[in-house]
């Protein structure tokens, strides 16, 4: 069955590069990005896991572990590794989930027969630390995912969880953000207290709360 937002990411135990994972343990009181491959030694995976190596110290300042999964055997991915480390300049930093039985590619629906037999789609799963989808994704085989999209996408989860606030449009870190309708003008007063914009009654921008004085910090 399709997983989606708001469901507790299923739990799983599985053979990884970096040892055997339970998954819900592994994530203690992290977020975590869990990402499917199609297969190893193919091109653009290649790409994709040298850049989310790279970028591990931006997942890591968002208190953001990284999982990737493919269906090929540890064996597989350890040789494969080395490949994205000669070719992409960046060590595989994080665990690679080895799922030749395509278990947790199951559990997670990654493959989507009507594309691929063998192959899973690649797919994001963005998890909270209260273990809830709060973010799915899925590209096909053929179409690299974006980085800097994943890291804008949580920093939106995350300020939307911090604070009653919704992100608009192409909303990037530092800009506007919306009032969450469940919010009076009365609370706004005491939640932004740089005040607002009403554009319309139900559409109230604010300044980004972490820059605003007060303790607007609902959690
Ligand atoms: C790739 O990662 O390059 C790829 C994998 C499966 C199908 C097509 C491309």
């Keep these: 069955m399709a997983i989606r937002i708001g469901d507790v990411a299923p739990d799983f135990t599985a053979e990884t590069t970096q040892g055997t994972i339970n998954f819900h343990e592994w994530l203690g009181d992290s977020w975590g990005i869990l990402f ?12 994709e896991l040298g850049m989310a190596a790279k970028l591990k110290p931006e997942f890591e300042k968002r208190n953001v572990k990284i999982l990737g999964l493919s269906v090929d055997p540890l064996e597989s991915h350890k040789e494969w590794e080395k490949d994205i480390e000669e070719t992409q300049g960046a060590e595989v930093n994080f ?12 559990l997670y629906d990654m493959i989507h027969p009507n594309a691929s037999d063998t192959f899973t789609v690649r797919s994001v799963y963005i998890v909270g630390p209260d273990k809830k989808v709060k973010l799915v994704l ?12 994943l890291l804008r996408v949580i920093d939106a989860l995350q300020m939307a969880e911090n604070y009653q606030v919704a ?25 932004f207290p740089a005040g607002w914009k009403e554009v ?16 607007t910090k609902t959690a």
């Design 36 to 47: 499917s491959h199609p297969k190893d030694f193919t091109p653009v995976c290649t790409t």
């Design 95 to 106: 665990p690679m989930i080895a799922d030749p039985e395509r278990k947790v590619a199951t």
């Design 138 to 149: 899925t590209y096909p085989a053929s179409v690299g995912r974006n980085f800097a999209e």
């Design 167 to 191: 992100t608009p449009a192409n909303w990037k870190p530092g800009e506007d953000v919306i009032i969450s309708l469940a919010v009076s003008n009365e609370e706004a007063k005491d939640k």
């Design 200 to 215: 319309k009654p139900y559409l109230r921008l604010t300044p980004s709360p972490d820059k605003q004085k007060s303790e």
